[in-house]
């Protein structure tokens, strides 16, 4: 089978020699990136808008040595409801063909609850073919396709289609393409807003290894903007499914390297698409979990949560921030200290909201909610101080030899009990035995010496606090 191409004179140039010509001023010389790179990520638009961030995306593998290229992409021409495979035969772009590598689409299909051959859904699809020309200007003939097309919501079956292509390309010369625009049609301020939070927060994703993550990124940002934009990433789907197979593949990354918007090129704002190009790779030493906060973020984020306490406990609803951090889910502690004691803590270790939508409503909650004290007077509030912590992502540890001594968070569960202390608390406690005995006795409801038992669940985690000065 040969497809045909579906949008040569549309969405790039259908002479020869033009399309060449314009591919190659797009392939500017690029630096590979800095960690070892499995993966990247390239937009799939028209050459005009979304040519140069394809070139940024490109280029750096000139030299790179592969001969299978996996490009995920979305499926725009029908739903899907698991990844859709072209098996057999070639693409033919106005460069020549690029042959499918038929045993590596036969490996994926073995998994027939996350793959089939559908060439129904790659018919008039463009967001595979448009990357075609590009890998020819790039290598020729030399390199093999695997075009799988997704649009499934379901991120666990996406995670786990993009792990076994991440296993499948072990062993192999593979690297692979996810194929995505980001947001469609809000005015160039808000897309550059949306735009870098969703690139942050698949870097988030990459660093905390949680695909998820970036499916709850994005739906947090599209609620905050769907009054602007159709989408907060058309490629949402691919990109999930790209960022557990670069997991997979021992990646912890993903770096951006090229972010444009049409407006960009069009001069016309009103009505744009974003684009991006990065990479998917393993970085050394591994990248920290937690969101990078410089100081006047941290800042900013207690002066929002000082403006909360303040508000009739209401909590101020926050709209899309111009600071791509503050959009990020993030998991956070809220402390207020009076005379340098204990006036409230509320928080949660899983990232549920917005970094600071969390700021705000968990400012208010240390005000009003903490079961062991009565609501923050007016007389107190002056004198109240706010502490601020962002918690790492959680991680299961074997025993208490893990749990590192003024570092490490713990958070232990057992059955339907459960406790944690944050590491500010490990100043009240002269020995780990000290600290986690009155962990799990006065924070989990356990027996204090809980923690011993090898059926006893313990998470260790790291924090960034702040407090006002």
Same mark, same amino acid.
């Given at each position: 089978?040969?497809?045909?191409?579906?949008?040569?004179?549309? +969405?790039?140039?259908?002479?020869?020699?033009?399309?060449?010509?314009?591919?190659?001023?797009?392939?500017?010389?690029?630096?590979?990136?800095?960690?070892?790179?499995?993966?990247? #990520?390239?937009?799939?638009?028209?050459?005009?808008?979304?040519?140069?961030?394809?070139?940024?995306?490109?280029?750096?593998?000139?030299?790179?040595?592969?001969?299978?290229?996996?490009?995920?992409?979305?499926?725009?021409?029908?739903?899907?409801?698991?990844?859709?495979? #072209?098996?057999?035969?070639?693409?033919?772009?106005?460069?020549?063909?690029?042959?499918?590598?038929?045993?590596?689409?036969?490996?994926?299909?073995?998994?027939?609850?996350?793959?089939?051959?559908?060439? *129904?859904?790659?018919?008039?699809?463009?967001?595979?073919?448009?990357?075609?020309?590009?890998?020819?200007?790039?290598?020729?003939?030399?390199?093999?396709?695997?075009?799988?097309?997704?649009?499934?919501?379901?991120?666990?079956?996406?995670?786990?289609?993009?792990?076994?292509?991440?296993?499948?390309?072990?062993?192999?010369?593979? $690297? +692979?393409?996810?194929?995505?625009?980001? &947001?469609?049609?809000?005015?160039?301020?808000?897309?550059?807003?949306?735009?870098?939070?969703?690139?942050?927060?698949?870097?988030?994703?990459?660093?905390?290894?949680?695909?998820?993550?970036?499916?709850?990124?994005?739906?947090?940002?599209?609620?905050?903007?769907?009054?602007?934009?159709?989408?907060?990433?058309?490629?949402?789907?691919?990109?999930?499914?790209?960022?557990?197979?670069?997991?997979?593949?021992?990646?912890?990354?993903?770096?951006?390297?090229?972010?444009?918007?049409?407006?960009?090129?069009?001069?016309?704002?009103?009505?744009?698409?974003?684009?991006?190009?990065?990479?998917?790779?393993?970085?050394?030493?591994?990248?920290?979990?937690?969101?990078? $906060? &410089?100081?006047?973020?941290?800042?900013?984020?207690?002066?929002?949560?000082?403006?909360?306490?303040?508000?009739?406990?209401?909590?101020?609803?926050?709209?899309?921030?111009?600071?791509?951090? +503050?959009?990020?889910?993030?998991?956070?502690?809220?402390?207020?200290? #009076?005379?340098?004691?204990?006036?409230?803590?509320?928080?949660?270790?899983?990232?549920?909201?917005?970094?600071?939508?969390?700021?705000?409503?968990?400012?208010?909650?240390?005000? +009003?909610?903490?079961?062991?004290?009565?609501?923050?007077?007016?007389?107190?509030?002056?004198?109240?101080?706010?502490?601020?912590?962002? *918690?790492?992502?959680?991680?299961?540890?074997?025993?208490?030899?893990?749990?590192?001594?003024?570092?490490?968070?713990?958070?232990?569960?057992?059955?339907?009990?459960?406790?944690?202390?944050?590491?500010?608390?490990?100043?009240?406690?002269?020995?780990?035995?000290?600290?986690?005995?009155?962990?799990?006795?006065?924070?989990?409801?356990?027996?204090?010496?809980?923690?011993?038992?090898?059926?006893?669940?313990?998470?260790?985690?790291?924090?960034?606090?702040?407090?006002?000065?």
């Amino acid at each position: 089978m040969i497809r045909k191409p579906a949008v040569a004179g549309r +969405f790039y140039e259908a002479r020869p020699e033009k399309l060449l010509a314009e591919v190659s001023g797009f392939l500017k010389a690029g630096a590979l990136p800095a960690g070892r790179a499995t993966g990247f #990520l390239a937009p799939h638009a028209g050459y005009a808008y979304s040519g140069p961030a394809a070139g940024a995306a490109f280029a750096p593998f000139k030299d790179f040595p592969f001969d299978t290229l996996v490009i995920m992409a979305t499926g725009h021409t029908m739903s899907l409801a698991k990844g859709a495979l #072209l098996a057999e035969g070639s693409f033919e772009t106005p460069l020549g063909n690029v042959a499918i590598d038929s045993a590596f689409c036969a490996e994926l299909l073995k998994h027939k609850k996350l793959f089939e051959d559908l060439p *129904l859904a790659h018919a008039a699809e463009h967001a595979v073919e448009v990357q075609l020309p590009f890998l020819q200007a790039l290598k020729g003939g030399a390199v093999k396709i695997v075009p799988v097309l997704f649009n499934n919501s379901d991120a666990a079956l996406l995670e786990e289609a993009g792990r076994a292509i991440g296993r499948a390309m072990k062993g192999r010369k593979a $690297l +692979f393409c996810v194929s995505s625009d980001l &947001s469609h049609y809000p005015p160039g301020n808000i897309a550059e807003l949306s735009d870098l939070s969703v690139l942050l927060a698949l870097r988030q994703a990459m660093r905390n290894s949680s695909p998820g993550y970036f499916e709850l990124a994005n739906q947090l940002l599209l609620s905050k903007a769907s009054a602007y934009l159709d989408t907060t990433a058309c490629g949402q789907a691919a990109m999930t499914a790209g960022a557990a197979a670069a997991l997979e593949l021992g990646c912890n990354d993903f770096e951006t390297a090229l972010y444009t918007h049409s407006g960009k090129i069009s001069g016309d704002d009103s009505a744009v698409v974003g684009y991006g190009a990065g990479f998917f790779t393993e970085a050394s030493p591994k990248p920290a979990g937690a969101l990078d $906060l &410089s100081s006047d973020m941290k800042k900013e984020l207690l002066a929002l949560a000082r403006k909360s306490i303040g508000a009739d406990r209401k909590v101020p609803v926050q709209p899309l921030n111009a600071i791509p951090e +503050f959009n990020q889910p993030a998991a956070i502690f809220v402390t207020l200290t #009076l005379g340098g004691e204990l006036r409230g803590c509320i928080g949660s270790l899983e990232p549920r909201f917005a970094l600071a939508d969390m700021a705000a409503s968990y400012a208010v909650a240390a005000d +009003f909610e903490d079961p062991r004290f009565g609501p923050v007077s007016e007389s107190e509030l002056k004198k109240i101080k706010i502490e601020i912590s962002v *918690l790492s992502p959680l991680e299961r540890v074997k025993g208490a030899e893990a749990v590192k001594e003024g570092l490490h968070g713990v958070y232990i569960k057992s059955g339907r009990r459960s406790g944690t202390y944050l590491p500010q608390v490990w100043e009240h406690f002269k020995k780990k035995e000290e600290f986690l005995s009155s962990l799990c006795l006065e924070k989990a409801g356990l027996s204090a010496d809980a923690w011993k038992d090898k059926a006893v669940e313990i998470y260790t985690y790291t924090v960034s606090s702040f407090t006002e000065k």
